[in-house]
């Protein structure tokens, strides 16, 4: 036995001998106690063995044929089926795949094919790389070849050709010791050689280089040149071009052994055409319908919406998940089930305590009560399954829209009449934070309403606009008001400060530093938060202090809604509303005392503020910048009227952070009056009104709340003390008042 555990270690190229080998052994044994016992047991002795080679990583017949020793009958026949155990071992038979329908019916391709089969057909340099991005179907090509090996539609010199998957990481995986990598690679260029039929396929082709490679080995490129070079082996690589440009053209050698095929994204036509053929094989997989709308909607909206990604691969995806999702909304188990074994716990548990109480009576009648439910358990879970095993649902249009908003985070599901009924009022929403500006907030709502129903250019972001006027007049607030509108969440909203971006070399920081630079890796402050939130509202605050290598950025984004990062990729901005705010010709405005406030009327102050700014825009910004633009809104200046309106709103917000202490105030229209006088400033907007109630109201009120002034009282009157200061009372009323009543107007007590 241990002779025989020496023969096998050595048959298997170990440096020991160890417990594996002695099993070997004792099999081999066929007269020992151990091998009897086997025997006895109903096990063939050569099976036990070939699951311990298996489990070894060797197969029978290569051991035991370089040990030159008698196989069995099994092995015999093992043998008698493959004459390229190693392949067989590290590669997949795609001919084999082909002739058990496993693989997926290619559809079109017929040139790529056809340009396939020409090169495997020349004397020299037979071995073609296909070339193209991934998801456009290279690996698909192949599969379709080997289809037509199995058909018999291929030129004589190709019929009866086996096309082989290499798998490289097989290869590798657990070669421990320098040469066996070498050592496997040659078996399989051997077996590849002697059996003459053979065509490998090595996906990603890329991975040749430097495969192996360890420390004073040679890489798998290298051991392949040869053979490839006098045409001894043929193979097919597929790879894209990013990795082709990057490993193989830089090793002349390699690259000029391969033709290389360019593979092209499909088009619209052609990529529902694909999803038609693929058509059956979801359906008996998901036990679903696809109706054909959807096929070409999948592609319509993939095409749109789902960017950096090619056709037919995103398009596959999406019909992949909408099957997926109606299957499992129709495999959700009947409420009845669960309430049924609901009641089956308890009786069982009630069945138990009768038990233990010696009620045996009580007991047998709760037993029988159980079995009822139990069958009936069995007879709805037999209907539902009959139920699941039918059509479980049909995939449709809408269906397919949800899954590509689930996927990229774009709303475009139709439009229910709630939704509707709110964008046609999107100005009232709007107003409810932003007050006046009329002029930005139809601007802004238009190009909502024109997303939303689907009418807006599929090349350009939903709008383009820039908002000019005074300091402190709601520009940046509109931003944020529309990304809650529209995501229910302020912090959609995709705020950068221009001012940060002054400088020349700083300007690359928003698609990513160049390659070489500190920061390459992390990528571009604009494009990663783009790329991580399509769909979205970018606010670029202050665009005039920027520099102007930012604006030639833009006309990128605002023309073809699309921005190239420093990695090489696409990023999408169609899905944006870009807002871009400016001070422009604040200075003018501060030197013109009458605007807003001054003796002649708002409008023609307005119109005359508007014509100023417009010219003023025209000395910052190019023709072809403007001319990009959907709109540039002028901001009105804002009046008493409306810092009344601000003075209502901000108070509000004080007042709701007061109920949590049980108060609610009562604040008369001479203290706003006071807080609008104290806040009043043109030439700074709203943000001094802001300042104001900080100091006036929030202030003493805060220190009165510490002071305890307030116990026992649930009423705060505000009214004027003086020229300085508002007066504070605290005042217990009667009157119950509602939770989120926070302004009191009525008298109180």
Same mark, same amino acid.
Request: aromatic share 6%.
């Given at each position: 036995?241990?002779?025989?555990?020496?023969?096998?270690?050595?048959?298997?190229?170990?440096?020991?001998?160890?417990?594996?080998?002695?099993?070997?052994?004792?099999?081999?044994?066929?007269?020992?106690?151990?091998?009897?016992?086997?025997?006895?047991?109903?096990?063939?002795?050569?099976?036990?063995?070939?699951?311990?080679?298996?489990?070894?990583?060797?197969?029978?017949?290569?051991?035991?044929?370089?040990?030159?020793?008698?196989?069995?009958?099994?092995?015999?026949?093992?043998?008698?089926?493959?004459?390229?155990?190693?392949?067989?071992?590290?590669?997949?038979?795609?001919?084999?795949?082909?002739?058990?329908?496993?693989?997926?019916?290619?559809?079109?391709?017929?040139?790529?094919?056809?340009?396939?089969?020409?090169?495997?057909?020349?004397?020299?340099?037979?071995?073609?790389?296909?070339?193209?991005?991934?998801?456009?179907?290279?690996?698909?090509?192949?599969?379709?070849?080997?289809?037509?090996?199995?058909?018999?539609?291929?030129?004589?010199?190709?019929?009866?050709?086996?096309?082989?998957?290499?798998?490289?990481?097989?290869?590798?995986?657990?070669?421990?010791?320098?040469?066996?990598?070498?050592?496997?690679?040659?078996?399989?260029?051997?077996?590849?050689?002697?059996?003459?039929?053979?065509?490998?396929?090595?996906?990603?082709?890329?991975?040749?280089?430097?495969?192996?490679?360890?420390?004073?080995?040679?890489?798998?490129?290298?051991?392949?040149?040869?053979?490839?070079?006098?045409?001894?082996?043929?193979?097919?690589?597929?790879?894209?071009?990013?990795?082709?440009?990057?490993?193989?053209?830089?090793?002349?050698?390699?690259?000029?052994?391969?033709?290389?095929?360019?593979?092209?994204?499909?088009?619209?036509?052609?990529?529902?055409?694909?999803?038609?053929?693929?058509?059956?094989?979801?359906?008996?997989?998901?036990?679903?319908?696809?109706?054909?709308?959807?096929?070409?909607?999948?592609?319509?909206?993939?095409? +749109?919406?789902?960017?950096?990604?090619?056709?037919?691969?995103?398009?596959?995806?999406?019909?992949?998940?909408?099957?997926?999702?109606?299957?499992?909304?129709?495999?959700?188990?009947?409420?009845?089930?669960?309430?049924?074994?609901?009641?089956?716990?308890?009786?069982?548990?009630?069945?138990?305590?009768?038990?233990?109480?010696?009620?045996?009576?009580?007991?047998?009648?709760?037993?029988?009560?159980?079995?009822?439910?139990?069958?009936?358990?069995?007879?709805?879970?037999?209907?539902?399954?009959?139920?699941?095993?039918?059509?479980?649902?049909?995939?449709?249009?809408?269906?397919?829209?949800?899954?590509?908003?689930?996927?990229?985070?774009?709303?475009?599901?139709?439009?229910?009449?709630?939704?509707?009924?709110?964008?046609?009022?999107?100005?009232?929403?709007?107003?409810?934070?932003?007050?006046?500006?009329?002029?930005?907030?139809?601007?802004?709502?238009?190009?909502?309403?024109?997303?939303?129903?689907?009418?807006?250019?599929?090349?350009?972001?939903?709008?383009?606009?820039?908002?000019?006027?005074?300091?402190?007049?709601?520009?940046?607030?509109?931003?944020?008001?529309?990304?809650?509108?529209?995501?229910?969440?302020?912090?959609?909203?995709?705020?950068?400060?221009?001012?940060?971006?002054?400088?020349?070399?700083?300007?690359?920081?928003?698609?990513?530093?160049?390659?070489?630079?500190?920061?390459?890796?992390?990528?571009?402050?604009?494009?990663?938060?783009?790329?991580?939130?399509?769909?979205?509202?970018?606010?670029?605050?202050?665009?005039?202090?920027?520099?102007?290598?930012?604006?030639?950025?833009?006309?990128?984004?605002?023309?073809?809604?699309?921005?190239?990062?420093?990695?090489?990729?696409?990023?999408?901005?169609?899905?944006?509303?870009?807002?871009?705010?400016?001070?422009?010709?604040?200075?003018?405005?501060?030197?013109?005392?009458?605007?807003?406030?001054?003796?002649?009327?708002?409008?023609?102050?307005?119109?005359?503020?508007?014509?100023?700014?417009?010219?003023?825009?025209?000395?910052?910004?190019?023709?072809?910048?403007?001319?990009?633009?959907?709109?540039?809104?002028?901001?009105?200046?804002?009046?008493?009227?409306?810092?009344?309106?601000?003075?209502?709103?901000?108070?509000?917000?004080?007042?709701?952070?007061?109920?949590?202490?049980?108060?609610?105030?009562?604040?008369?229209?001479?203290?706003?009056?006071?807080?609008?006088?104290?806040?009043?400033?043109?030439?700074?907007?709203? +943000?001094?009104?802001?300042?104001?109630?900080?100091?006036?109201?929030?202030?003493?009120?805060?220190?009165?709340?510490?002071?305890?002034?307030?116990?026992?009282?649930?009423?705060?009157?505000?009214?004027?003390?003086?020229?300085?200061?508002?007066?504070?009372?605290?005042?217990?009323?009667?009157?119950?008042?509602?939770?989120?009543?926070?302004?009191?107007?009525?008298?109180?007590?």
């Amino acid at each position: 036995v241990i002779e025989y555990a020496i023969e096998e270690a050595r048959a298997l190229n170990h440096n020991y001998v160890g417990t594996e080998h002695i099993l070997l052994g004792l099999l081999r044994e066929t007269e020992g106690v151990a091998a009897q016992v086997l025997m006895n047991l109903g096990l063939k002795l050569e099976d036990v063995r070939q699951e311990v080679l298996n489990l070894l990583g060797a197969g029978v017949d290569s051991s035991y044929q370089s040990m030159g020793m008698k196989m069995g009958p099994s092995s015999a026949a093992q043998k008698q089926k493959s004459k390229t155990p190693a392949l067989d071992s590290f590669g997949r038979d795609l001919t084999e795949l082909a002739a058990e329908g496993k693989l997926d019916p290619v559809i079109g391709r017929a040139d790529e094919i056809e340009r396939l089969i020409q090169i495997l057909c020349r004397r020299t340099k037979n071995n073609p790389v296909l070339l193209g991005e991934a998801g456009v179907g290279k690996t698909a090509i192949v599969e379709g070849m080997s289809q037509k090996i199995v058909n018999n539609e291929i030129p004589e010199i190709l019929k009866d050709k086996r096309m082989v998957v290499l798998d490289l990481a097989m290869m590798v995986a657990g070669t421990k010791y320098r040469g066996q990598f070498e050592e496997r690679i040659k078996a399989v260029i051997n077996e590849v050689k002697r059996a003459g039929n053979v065509i490998l396929f090595i996906d990603e082709l890329h991975t040749l280089v430097g495969a192996g490679g360890a420390e004073g080995a040679i890489d798998a490129s290298n051991v392949l040149k040869p053979a490839l070079a006098r045409g001894e082996v043929q193979c097919i690589g597929a790879t894209t071009f990013d990795e082709y440009r990057k490993y193989i053209e830089k090793d002349a050698a390699l690259e000029r052994r391969f033709q290389t095929i360019p593979v092209e994204p499909p088009t619209k036509e052609e990529a529902v055409e694909i999803l038609k053929g693929l058509r059956d094989r979801y359906e008996d997989h998901h036990k679903v319908r696809f109706t054909d709308d959807a096929l070409y909607q999948a592609v319509e909206l993939s095409v +749109r919406y789902i960017s950096g990604r090619c056709l037919p691969d995103k398009a596959i995806d999406v019909i992949d998940e909408a099957g997926a999702r109606v299957r499992l909304k129709n495999m959700t188990p009947p409420p009845d089930l669960a309430e049924i074994e609901t009641k089956i716990e308890k009786l069982q548990g009630e069945k138990d305590e009768a038990v233990r109480a010696a009620d045996y009576e009580r007991a047998a009648a709760l037993r029988d009560q159980a079995q009822q439910l139990l069958d009936e358990k069995a007879e709805v879970k037999r209907a539902w399954s009959e139920k699941s095993k039918e059509t479980a649902g049909e995939v449709d249009v809408e269906v397919i829209a949800e899954v590509v908003s689930k996927m990229t985070g774009v709303p475009l599901t139709r439009l229910e009449k709630k939704e509707a009924q709110r964008l046609l009022e999107l100005e009232n929403e709007l107003h409810k934070t932003v007050v006046s500006q009329d002029d930005a907030i139809t601007a802004i709502s238009k190009s909502v309403r024109r997303s939303r129903s689907g009418l807006k250019d599929p090349n350009r972001p939903m709008g383009s606009f820039i908002f000019i006027g005074p300091s402190g007049v709601g520009k940046t607030l509109l931003a944020r008001a529309l990304a809650e509108f529209m995501f229910g969440d302020a912090d959609a909203l995709i705020q950068i400060d221009m001012s940060e971006y002054m400088e020349k070399h700083n300007v690359s920081r928003l698609v990513g530093a160049p390659p070489g630079y500190v920061g390459y890796e992390e990528g571009g402050q604009l494009t990663e938060r783009i790329r991580r939130r399509p769909y979205a509202v970018l606010l670029l605050d202050e665009i005039e202090k920027a520099h102007s290598d930012v604006s030639n950025m833009l006309l990128q984004i605002m023309e073809e809604g699309r921005l190239t990062d420093s990695f090489g990729r696409h990023i999408d901005f169609r899905n944006v509303i870009l807002i871009m705010t400016s001070n422009i010709g604040a200075d003018l405005i501060r030197n013109q005392g009458g605007f807003g406030f001054g003796k002649r009327t708002e409008e023609s102050n307005y119109e005359k503020m508007k014509e100023m700014l417009d010219k003023e825009i025209e000395h910052y910004f190019r023709p072809e910048f403007l001319n990009r633009l959907d709109a540039q809104i002028v901001f009105r200046a804002l009046t008493r009227d409306d810092l009344a309106t601000i003075v209502e709103y901000e108070l509000n917000k004080v007042f709701k952070r007061l109920i949590e202490h049980g108060l609610h105030l009562d604040i008369n229209a001479a203290a706003k009056e006071f807080l609008i006088d104290k806040g009043y400033n043109p030439e700074f907007g709203a +943000r001094p009104l802001r300042r104001a109630i900080e100091n006036y109201v929030e202030d003493p009120l805060s220190e009165g709340l510490l002071r305890g002034e307030y116990k026992d009282k649930n009423i705060i009157k505000i009214d004027v003390k003086d020229e300085d200061s508002l007066n504070f009372k605290g005042i217990k009323s009667k009157k119950a008042f509602k939770e989120e009543e926070a302004v009191i107007h009525a008298e109180t007590e």
